[in-house]
């Protein structure tokens, strides 16, 4: 155990991380993992409250999947998939086609999230192109969005943390109003508005009429602080893009397979997306995966014959990988053998009823719900919902402290979230809210 932790330190460069950190936190070494449970090599075991980073579904060394990745490991590994198929990326391509009752019919895989929504963005242009439209070359996103790390998939987020510092790098895109319902200058609530926050979305649409594409995350800005806004808004958004010829590019990446208590948020508000980006739960967090659905009438105007020069000529190493497909073959068969939806929505309702516990204390401003996804947004002030200083690093206390205690949280700045694998126990619940909340007590007593 040593010798590798210490190559760690010599060699390794972690995501998502202030290197520096490591002095006092070294990483973490997990020797194996089970359930909703991580068992490192000094002897702890750490509760994933964050299905690690959101890709678990069913819990760690699921048997099904393992299976399913084992045998198809001794039939075929890899094969190049420009003019060769197999048979569990044929059937999984089936599988996704049918999250939209086959209107998104085709599908094209690549690795990781990022990539899918590189894929969805060129191919929204180059269907422009193909369709003599090429001046509609611009992308539309919301505040507070998140996409992925790539070039393109900064361009169309709104996060400076992760974009500011490059930003001559980027697309020029086009910054969009979106809701903020925590902080809703209509003082309304999300439960019971008409998503009024729309009609400054609607005028910033129509004031860039070069626009291809508008991506959103349904339902959940998971990397902006698990920010929910209700389905109201998403059903304006798809009516604005189809009256104005606008494609309407759902990335379901997160928020896709159960996490918001549908099997896709976007059904939340009944509609049909253009374009459908889905990665994290879709191989149940076993391996990298990812999937671009689009409809019929994007696929036939790139099917042309060579001389025409239409063809989406975009491609990774690993795309439609089989091992990965038939994991994520094995997740779809676990959805339809067990009633999963509706597990969510008692275990998702469990969550919040403890959380709830702590919604008095003076520095918790919001506790809100979606699905197996639960929030806490902690504050300086209650009342005028002032955030605390980002100096004092306050979630990232917390969430030390909680995985001192056996609970890896993972806070998002000053938000602390839940969105443990669906195979918790209420017994696991009990345990991961009550040392979240012992551990913000700890670092911010009442």
């Known amino acids: 155990m040593e010798r590798y932790q210490a ?7 972690h995501p998502c991380s202030h290197m520096h950190d490591y002095e006092a936190y070294p990483a973490v070494a997990v020797r194996r993992a089970r359930g909703v449970w991580l068992y490192t090599e000094d002897g702890r075991r750490i509760l994933d409250a964050v299905s690690s980073w959101w890709v678990n579904l069913f819990g760690h060394g699921n048997r099904r999947i393992a299976r399913a990745i084992a045998k198809q490991s001794k039939k075929l590994e890899h094969v190049i998939f420009a003019n060769y198929t197999h048979e569990p990326a044929s059937r999984l391509a089936a599988e996704l086609s049918g999250l939209f009752d086959h209107q998104l019919p085709r599908v094209f895989f690549a690795d990781n999230g990022s990539s899918a929504v ?11 192109v193909n369709t003599g439209a090429p001046e509609r070359d611009g992308f539309g996103f919301i505040s507070g969005a998140y996409h992925g790390e790539t070039v393109g998939a900064l361009s ?19 910054a969009l109003p979106g809701p903020d319902c925590y902080r809703c200058p209509y003082g309304l609530s999300r439960e019971t508005c008409n998503a009024e926050c729309f009609s400054g979305t609607e005028r910033s649409i129509r004031e860039n009429a070069h626009l291809s594409a508008v991506i959103i995350e349904p339902m959940l800005q998971a990397a902006d602080g698990m920010k929910m806004y209700p389905a109201r808004y998403l059903i304006k958004l798809r009516a604005l893009t189809r009256t104005l010829g606008i494609h309407l590019i759902c990335d379901e990446i997160a928020s896709g397979f159960g996490r918001t208590g549908a099997m896709m948020a976007s059904h939340h508000a009944s509609i049909v ?6 990665s994290k739960g879709l191989t149940g967090g076993f391996l990298p995966l990812s999937a671009v659905l689009v409809s019929e009438a994007m696929y036939q105007a790139f099917y042309a ?9 975009h491609s990774h190493s690993y ?15 676990l959805f339809r053998e067990r009633d999963v939806l509706s597990d969510i929505a008692e275990k998702g ?25 639960t929030a806490i947004e902690l504050v300086a002030d209650k009342a005028s919902k002032q955030p605390l200083d980002s ?16 609970v890896l949280l993972r806070n998002l700045g000053d938000i602390l979230y839940f969105m443990p694998p669906y195979v918790i126990s209420r017994r696991e619940i009990d345990r991961m809210v009550d040392t979240a909340l012992r551990a913000i007590r700890s670092i911010l007593p009442e």
């Open 7 to 13: 190559l760690d330190v010599r060699h390794m460069w």
């Open 118 to 128: 590189e894929i969805a963005l060129k191919m929204s242009y180059h269907f422009r």
């Open 156 to 174: 169309v987020g709104a996060l400076g943390l992760y974009k500011r510092i490059y930003q001559p790098m980027l697309m020029n895109t086009a």
């Open 273 to 278: 997306p253009d374009i459908v980006t889905v």
């Open 305 to 313: 014959p060579y001389s025409e020069n239409k063809a989406f000529l």
């Open 319 to 333: 795309t439609g990988n089989p091992i990965a497909c038939a994991a994520a073959n094995a997740v779809f068969a």
């Open 349 to 373: 309702a469990y969550i919040r009823e403890r959380a709830m516990a702590i919604a008095g204390h003076p520095s918790v401003g919001e506790i809100r719900s979606l699905g197996m996804v």
């Open 391 to 406: 100096a004092l690093r306050t979630g990232y206390r917390i969430y030390r402290e909680a995985e001192h205690n056996g």
